[in-house]
């Protein structure tokens, strides 16, 4: 069922501080400076609402993900290469997995939910009352075997959403910002190695 892009503020040409015979002028000059700081500071609050635990302010509204366990993911190429790391929500129970990430309308870069499952079967997801497009990957023990790239939200005005099929037996399932599987190259046959049991 998540996404979010990384960006950076590009920093403001220099101004010049004024150094000629009127004083005033170079005081005139640094409070626009820092007018000008201060605008770009709030532009970057408003362009990427990141909080420091990776959820955006504006998904602030759920916080049932405060509660859920956290974890460790690494996706592991065949050569042994990590292609990337992950700070996870659990959704260990029933009720969290029923709910995923719906509702949620931020995901910073390298965070996602791992859902664990019991025992291995045909699995199926859905993106019903999600607000974010996601990556989807289903894996067998630590065997990636279906990855869905860019997956995107059910509109609400869509009375039967497509659902997303694991393709063989699963119970491990991986969600993360939509695009990044793609961005990092993770693919079927990659290893996915996880560690429970941290907040």
């Known amino acids: 069922m998540f996404r979010g892009w990384r960006g950076r503020t590009p920093s403001p040409s220099p101004l010049p501080l004024g150094g000629g015979e009127d004083k005033g002028e170079g ?26 635990d990776g959820i955006s302010s504006e998904g602030r ?26 700070d996870v929500w659990l959704a260990l129970t029933e009720a969290s997995q029923n709910r995923g990430l719906m509702e949620v309308r ?39 075997v279906r990855v869905h790239r860019g997956v995107p939200p059910c509109p ?18 991986l969600e993360i910002a939509g695009g990044s599987a ?4 993770v693919r079927e046959g990659d290893r996915i190695h996880w560690e429970t049991g941290k907040r």
Do not use: H
């Open 61 to 86: 509204d759920d916080p049932r993900l405060d509660r859920l366990p956290r974890g460790k993911v690494s996706i592991v190429a065949a050569d042994g290469t990590v292609r990337a790391r992950f």
């Open 156 to 173: 609400d005005s869509v009375r039967n959403c497509p659902v997303y099929a694991s393709g063989e037996p699963s119970d491990t399932i």
């Open 106 to 144: 931020g995901l910073a870069p390298f965070k996602g939910m791992l859902f664990l499952y019991n025992a291995a079967q045909p699995r199926q997801f859905w993106m019903r009352n999600t607000r974010i497009p996601l990556d989807i990957i289903f894996a067998r023990g630590e065997r990636i």
């Open 182 to 185: 793609e961005t990092l190259g």
């Open 27 to 52: 005081v005139c000059n640094t409070v626009r400076i820092l007018n000008l700081l201060a605008a770009l500071a709030a532009c970057a609050v408003c362009a990427f609402p990141w909080s420091a």
